[in-house]
């Protein structure tokens, strides 16, 4: 699955400009005149939606549209389904026919998953998933750092998670994401070192992993990152830090800091 090439122009001015609302409503524009008006419709009302979310009926509105859509808006994002939507079953069976020699095979669809509206943000979807493996993600990040606004890595029963944060800390796509998640379950140092010293971190602004196996090295590493510098949420959950390492991080970070 890939973008309309048709659509590659208008897409790659809102990835190149990801904050503002004229590219995502010039797409609008141009989808009216092209017989989509639907898809407009919720671009322009999602952006409303977006600086006015207690606005009356308006969440609804796009609710209605996404559900009635979302197969086909969905078919013309890059790679396969389980980029962009939880699976259904939070942990689908690993069996030996899901592999190609080493290599994982990406047998998810749109029955596999469970499409969200709280995933897309001002009319295009924002979050990217790695289920258990990173292959997907890493065979098609060229096409979603050109084509799609995203600004949040979720990871759901990763694999090996250290890893993936350690591949993750070398790649020049980091700098697209702004929300990193990593729940439940525990990083090593290396990867949290990783993660802190990788210059592409730089947009990070809400970063919640469980930090169970870090020590007070890897505690550190994030106060003195020179990377982290907009960070504005930190969580670094269950962990064992001394009152040293957490007096360095909330000094760094303040009350949006949680260890």
């Not at 944060?165 to 439940?184: E, G, M, N, W, Y």
């Not at 360095?248 to 260890?259: E, S, T």
Request: charged share 25%; hydrophobic share 40%.
């Amino acid at each position: 699955m890939s973008p309309p090439p048709a659509h590659e122009p208008f897409l790659r001015a809102i990835c190149e400009a990801p904050d503002d609302d004229a590219p995502r409503l010039v797409f609008a524009d141009w989808l009216d005149e092209q017989g989509d008006p639907d898809r407009a419709e919720f671009i322009r009302l999602h952006i409303r939606l977006a600086r006015e979310p207690d606005a009356p009926g308006l969440a609804q509105r796009c609710e209605e549209l996404f559900r009635q859509h979302w197969a086909r808006w969905g078919d013309e994002l890059p790679g396969p389904p389980g980029l962009w939507a939880e699976y259904r079953d939070p942990q689908p069976p690993v069996l030996p026919l899901l592999f190609d020699g080493d290599q994982p095979a990406q047998l998810d669809t749109w029955a596999d998953c469970r499409p969200s509206l709280g995933n897309w943000h001002r009319g295009f979807s924002a979050t990217v998933y790695i289920h258990e493996f990173i292959d997907p993600l890493l065979s098609w990040t060229h096409w979603i750092a050109e084509f799609v606004p995203v600004w949040r890595l979720r990871m759901v029963n990763v694999h090996d998670p250290n890893a993936v944060v350690l591949c993750i800390s070398r790649l020049p796509f980091l700098k697209k994401i702004r929300d990193l998640i990593l729940p439940s379950v525990g990083l090593t140092d290396d990867a949290a070192l990783a993660l802190a010293s990788s210059p592409y971190a730089t947009g990070l602004r809400y970063v919640s992993l469980v930090a169970e196996r870090m020590t007070d090295r890897a505690g550190r590493a994030f106060a003195e990152s020179p990377h982290l510098g907009g960070l504005e949420m930190l969580h670094l959950l269950h962990n064992e830090f001394n009152g040293a390492t957490k007096a360095l991080l909330r000094a760094r970070f303040g009350f949006g800091v949680h260890c």
